[in-house]
């Protein structure tokens, strides 16, 4: 709750509505420091103490702690005060700065708690940045260049493939073309918009939880097409794995979303993977669908699979700067990293998606005929 509100009233580093006398306005900013705002006979004050408990012990006394700094002024420059976070006005952490490549990135030590979660990427870290200058860090060079342009490349295709009909609707089921492509290019663009605007100074979680929905969204619309086309003349078995792939899919949804670390984003993307396989292999055992198919699919999941499992592990830079000593750079910092080799992987994984469902459209309208 008392998160809720600093997020709804913190801007550029400001309460931008006065909390009432002793309401407790914020805890978080980066690192160590708390920053509280308090109510005395109506006037605003910014308190900066180093550390929850006495942040909690000023929000409910009313008063300063003994030994933090208060001022009066509801848009004093807290930069200047003896305890203040290392932010500029921006949100921006100021404090121990290491620019690194010129740009005002960050070493891991120094990055929000938020984008402490791979302790071998070593520096590049972009944070507290306004929208505007998440979207100008698309075109810097920063830890999650890499990243963005992974996914933004592919996409960037897909609209042009669309937009020049290249990429053209099956004719005969136009809807289930747009059901395979669509969700293969939310994949791609929610998660240019993660790495985008991760480094954006309050909405971190938002943008994980929507590359998240784009993770789901593309293995659960995906898998649709898989089993009604892949089971022409077994329609039981289709309606058999249809149920079962999504009932464990609305599971696999909530405890993904409710996830904080990516071995338990991991653990529901598996369960659903393991169901896919048990129907991709019943296909190939009862030669049931297009069999080459088959082949595109299991590409697919080989990539998804090596993708999380790298990512995971953080392989391959836990094994190439094991050594993870404070504010040294490391080899794979910017490129080749586990994340940046999931992207790429995710993003064959995705053409072997199409190019299934492309095989299994081709068969389906052939429109074969069952043994009697
Ligand atoms: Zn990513």
């Keep these: 709750m008392q998160r809720r509100f600093f997020d709804a009233n913190l801007h550029n580093g400001f309460c931008t509505r006065v909390p009432q006398r002793g309401q407790l306005a914020s805890i978080n900013v980066f690192t160590n420091f708390v920053f509280v705002a308090i109510t005395d006979q109506n006037m605003p004050a910014l308190v900066f103490v180093s550390n929850a408990s006495d942040a909690i012990q000023l929000a409910q006394e009313g008063r300063p702690a003994s030994g933090s700094q208060a001022t009066t002024s509801a848009r004093a420059d807290f930069q200047d005060a003896p305890h203040a976070p290392a932010r500029h006005k921006s949100g921006r952490p100021r404090r121990a700065l290491a620019k690194t490549q010129g740009q005002n990135l960050y070493w891991f030590e120094d990055a929000p708690a938020d984008l402490q979660f791979n302790r071998y990427i070593r520096s590049g870290y972009r944070a507290g940045l306004s929208y505007g200058e998440c979207v ?160 595109a699919y299991a590409i697919m999941e080989a990539c998804t699979v090596t993708g999380a499992t790298l990512n995971v592990l953080r392989v391959p830079e836990r094994w190439l700067q094991p050594q993870v000593k404070p504010r040294t750079p490391g080899l794979l910092d910017y490129w080749l990293n586990s994340h940046q080799l999931m992207h790429i992987l995710v993003t064959v994984s995705m053409l072997q998606l199409h190019r299934g469902a492309s095989i299994d459209y081709a068969y389906w309208a052939s429109q074969p005929q069952c043994p009697a």
């Excluded at 609209?159 to 053209?168: G, K, M, V």
């Excluded at 969700?183 to 663009?189: H, K, Q």
């Excluded at 954006?200 to 994980?208: D, F, G, I, N, S």
């Design 136 to 295: 100008c860090s698309v075109f810097q060079y920063h830890n999650e260049t890499g990243n963005i342009w992974a996914h933004f490349v592919p996409l960037l295709c897909i609209l042009i493939s669309l937009l020049s009909r290249t990429l053209r609707p099956w004719p005969t089921a136009q809807w289930a073309f747009y059901e395979n492509v669509a969700p293969i290019a939310l994949v791609f663009g929610a998660s240019v918009l993660y790495h985008t605007f991760m480094a954006h100074h309050t909405t971190y979680r938002k943008w994980l939880l929507l590359d998240m929905c784009g993770v789901f969204l593309v293995f659960i619309a995906s898998m649709h097409r898989l089993l009604d086309w892949g089971f022409p003349c077994h329609p039981q078995t289709a309606t058999l794995f249809t149920v079962l792939y999504y009932s464990s899919a609305v599971g696999c949804i909530i405890a993904g979303l409710k996830a904080t670390t990516a071995l338990h984003r991991g653990l529901p993307l598996g369960m659903l993977f393991l169901v896919r396989l048990t129907a991709l292999l019943t296909r190939k055992l009862l030669n049931s669908g297009a069999q080459d198919s088959l082949h």
